[in-house]
């Protein structure tokens, strides 16, 4: 493997339909000015405009410009590679201005390709040759999700994969409260069903590193929310400000529940039940007239109504496939306590409501949004 390579050799792109993601390696074994340079470049890229003044330049507040944000919390040090890892995204349509910035920092020297996923990885190959001279080099997509996935599974990180337990009181209990980790360098997952929620949902089986199939997928994914989310409340142009009001959403006077049509809970035979707090018809109520002006709430029933559709989705197929673990990823889950917490609520009653089967278990992995441009990096070294 070749840790210490040229700068290109040490970033790894995923430009999606939404968002351009980004891992970046900085190798402490072999520092170059270029990569020490780069490596400067994105940490401030994360900084606020007091912290770092420079990137007024460059349009670095949230608010409908450049960046999304360095991912702080994701960045890790790899004892067995001496490095760091970094991880950054910003939105695809912005990456003209990323090119300009490479350009303008002189961070594109020693680059002279690099491996890239996505659909930007064609679209984007001429602003990146013309540019900056370097070849963008197209790598399959769910093949590199699984390859960045059972890689950074293999490295000794404990706090990777979880499950979240049950949700007892939505207002006082944290993400991190409810969150159980899985040592998975131990336990490996194969196989599983991947179900990545990007702009739209892929949904494979996975069998091992090089053994994956695509086997259904949904256009009614994150692309989905943030669309109607823009529509709805156009206020909110930030998605971590969207997912966060969610939480704090009471989308009951939206949705129509089972208590608004039985009353109660509907018993179905064999003793099995419909609880009454079960949404029976997402925005039904908006239909009797009901409140659109609360942002929350609106939120909260456009999140969990994508959210608990993909989980079905997902159900079923791992019935179909037999297979009992189900790992959910892409930046629709991003900070996303509600939508995480929907999948795994769900997922567990309908387990529990379906008369054949083993339990299924949803299971969340902390990179869900890196694993394409991760695997991508790793063409480059393996
Ligand atoms: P893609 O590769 O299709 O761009 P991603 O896995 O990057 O897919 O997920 C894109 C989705 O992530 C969006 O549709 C949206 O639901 C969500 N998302 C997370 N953060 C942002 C953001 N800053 N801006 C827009 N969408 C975001």
Redesign the pocket.
């Known amino acids: 493997a070749d840790w210490g390579g040229h700068s290109g050799s040490r970033l790894g792109l ?8 980004l891992v970046f390696f900085e190798s402490e074994v072999c520092p170059s000015w270029c990569t020490g340079r780069f490596a400067e470049v994105i940490k401030g890229l994360g900084k606020s405009k007091s912290e770092n003044p420079a990137s007024a330049d460059y349009g670095f507040s ?1 608010q409908g410009s450049f960046w ?2 360095q991912e702080n919390e994701l960045c890790f040090y790899d004892e067995e590679l001496q490095g760091y890892f970094h991880f950054l ?1 910003f ?2 349509e912005q990456m003209e201005r990323f090119v300009s910035l490479i350009a303008a920092q002189e961070l594109h020297h020693d680059i002279d390709e690099i491996f890239t996923t ?1 659909g930007g990885a064609y679209k984007y190959a001429a602003l990146f040759s013309e540019h900056l001279g370097i070849t963008l080099k197209p790598v399959d997509e769910l093949g590199v999700v699984v390859k960045g996935i059972s890689w950074l599974l293999k490295r000794p990180i404990s706090d990777e994969v979880c499950w979240l337990g049950e949700e007892e009181n939505r207002t006082n209990k944290t993400f991190e409260s409810e969150c159980h980790f899985i040592d998975s360098s131990t336990n490996h997952l194969f196989p599983f069903i991947l179900v ?5 949902v892929s949904i494979v089986r996975v069998d091992g590193t090089d053994k994956f199939e695509r086997v259904s997928g949904s256009a009614l ?6 669309g109607l989310c823009n529509l709805l409340c156009p206020d909110c142009k ?3 400000e969207a ?1 966060c009001k969610a939480v704090d959403g009471d989308s009951s006077s939206l949705n129509l529940t089972v208590e608004d049509i039985y009353g109660g809970d509907y018993e179905l035979e064999g003793g099995r039940k419909l609880p009454g707090s079960l949404v029976a018809s997402f925005f039904a109520k908006a239909g009797r007239g009901g409140n659109l002006h609360d942002d929350a709430a609106l939120l909260h029933a456009l999140i969990t109504m994508v959210s608990q559709n993909i989980c079905q989705i997902a159900f079923l197929n791992s019935r179909i496939q037999g297979v009992t673990k189900i790992v959910f ?4 889950l ?3 306590q509600v939508a995480r917490q929907v999948i795994a609520t769900n997922m567990r009653r309908v387990t529990a409501t379906s008369q054949q089967g083993k339990q299924l278990q949803a299971l969340f992995l902390q990179h ?2 890196y694993f ?1 441009a991760l695997g991508s990096f790793l063409h480059n070294v393996e």
């Open positions: 995923d430009i999606g339909g939404t968002l351009a993601k949230r999304g944000e995204c939105r695809s996505g990545n929620i990007g702009s739209g994914g994150g692309g989905t929310f943030w930030d998605f971590s997912s990823t892409g930046n629709f991003r900070q996303n869900e949004g394409g």
